[in-house]
Nanobody, 121 residues
Framework: QVQLVESGGGSAQPGGSLRLTCAVSQRIYGVYCMGWFRQGPGKEREKVATIDSRGSRTFEDSVKGRFAILQDTDKNLLYLQMNSLKYEDRAMYYC???????????????WGQGTQVTVSS
């Protein structure tokens, strides 16, 4: 079975940076979209950033200009570079992927277990 494993979470100060990594255990044949989602305390899970098979990227409005999504296809790695972190970015961050021709959360069938990000001074 394909496994996605997130790492790189931890604690950062406001204005600081973190890079999250998603390691994919094996090639996902026919993958259309990969992305990062997060769930903060008392909140619904939301999209952070996605990248589709053509390299088209989307970002949640609050992270535009601060976060970047990158991939290393040779190493089966997906990254989320988070800069200028805010307290509001605190959440459990999840890596996800799908083959169904959509980047909608409900259409992604492969999910990691998450990595925790905290932001505090």
């Amino acid at each position: 079975q394909v496994q996605l494993v997130e790492s790189g979470g931890g604690s950062a100060q406001p204005g600081g940076s973190l890079r999250l990594t998603c390691a994919v255990s094996q090639r996902i044949y026919g993958v259309y979209c990969m992305g990062w989602f997060r769930q903060g305390p008392g909140k619904e899970r939301e999209k952070v950033a996605t990248i589709d098979s053509r390299g088209s990227r989307t970002f949640e409005d609050s992270v535009k200009g601060r976060f970047a999504i990158l991939q290393d296809t040779d190493k089966n790695l997906l990254y989320l570079q988070m800069n200028s972190l805010k307290y509001e970015d605190r959440a459990m961050y999840y890596c996800a992927a799908g083959t169904g021709g959509t980047c909608r959360e409900v259409g992604l069938s492969y999910w990691g277990q998450g990595t925790q990000v905290t932001v505090s001074s």
